[in-house]
């Protein structure tokens, strides 16, 4: 079968031929007809992050397809099931079972997965919004609802209005929340007024007046976190998921100060992934997608490294 392979930092992946995958005891075969590519691979390729696995592997963590082999012990799936490969982050960490991560991922036309990350697509869910929402939609999900505490009332900025941004905002609306929006490019106001935000800015400093009750980054290039914690409200929470830059600074004056509360968010839960998959199938929350080639993969890379893409690309290995 084809794969894209990462070989080295600094290079494009590597498409190359690769035995087909085997389903183990415990483990599934997936055919994979949709990947998402997200901005934490270009990380990888350019070396902001350091892979935890020895090249080379298969990149791509955002996978949903069709179970076409089951392994001895397996009750949960069958052959046919459309099925989505989530990432689990919470209660614990199981990164050993992550695609893309742990293990080879979907950047292929078939990988392995643990039948205990594997969660039903419903019926009225298309397989690209199964894909993305295995981390571009669950993962702002958790930032928003379970770290920042968004609930009806609350003021809610977003910042960064990419992919993940987005779906922060369209959350926090879900939760009841008064959603702001931030980014550079004024491009990106539109979407965010569609997923629900009321008004939205090219500076997190022009949220100062507004004083919301938590700031959701990202962005993560270290100024949009400490300017963050300039404008939330006295005991407010500032939540930093984006990793734009390997370190971040500031004045701890204001942190004290406001008794603010900073915390990392990464990834979700498997019942948040249930949740947000249901969310989809009522419409509720419409990811923004582009469907590209399996061939474009490397250009579709590159595109999110320019900041050309608005919502998420999305692969489809079987076409």
């Known amino acids: 079968m084809k794969a894209y392979r990462y070989v080295s930092q600094g290079e494009p992946l590597r498409l190359t031929e690769v035995p087909d995958p085997v389903a183990e005891p415990g ?22 992050i350091k892979p935890s696995r020895r090249p080379p592997f298969t990149l791509g963590h ?3 397809g069709v179970v076409s082999a089951v392994g001895d012990g397996v009750r949960e799936v069958a ?38 990350t594997l969660v039903p697509v419903p019926d009225e869910v298309s397989t690209v919004h199964a894909a993305v929402a295995t981390d571009s939609v669950v993962t702002a999900y ?34 009841g929340a008064t959603v702001y929006g931030v980014d550079i490019n004024p491009a990106t ?23 919301p009750d938590a700031v959701v980054d990202f962005v993560g290039v270290g100024s949009t976190t400490s300017d963050a914690i300039d404008v939330v409200r006295r005991r407010g929470r500032v939540v930093l998921v984006g990793l734009g830059s390997t370190t971040t600074s500031f004045t701890g004056g204001n942190l004290v100060r406001k008794s603010v509360q900073l915390c990392g968010s990464y990834g979700a839960s498997k019942e948040e992934l249930h949740q947000v998959l249901g969310f ?15 061939g474009e993969l490397n250009e579709g890379l590159e595109r999110i490294a320019r900041g050309e893409v608005r919502g998420r690309l999305v692969a489809r290995p079987g076409r």
């Open 27 to 48: 483990w599934v075969v997936v055919d994979v007809e949709a990947a998402g590519l997200c901005h934490s691979d270009v990380h990888v390729l350019d070396g902001t």
């Open 62 to 64: 955002e996978v949903a």
């Open 79 to 116: 052959v046919g099931d459309r099925v989505a490969v989530a990432i689990i982050a919470h209660p614990q960490v199981l990164a050993h079972y992550a695609p893309g991560i742990g293990i080879d991922g979907g950047y292929a036309e078939r990988l392995t997965a643990h039948a205990s």
């Open 142 to 175: 958790h930032a928003v609802r379970t770290e920042a505490g968004a609930r009806p009332g609350d003021v809610i900025a977003v910042v960064g209005l990419g992919g993940l941004g987005l779906n922060g905002v369209r959350s926090a609306v879900l939760a």
């Open 189 to 211: 106001f539109s979407a965010a007024h569609s997923a629900g935000a009321k008004a939205c800015f090219t500076e997190v400093g022009a949220l100062a007046e507004l004083r």
């Open 280 to 294: 989809i199938g009522e419409e509720r929350i419409r990811p923004v997608v582009e469907e590209i080639a399996f």
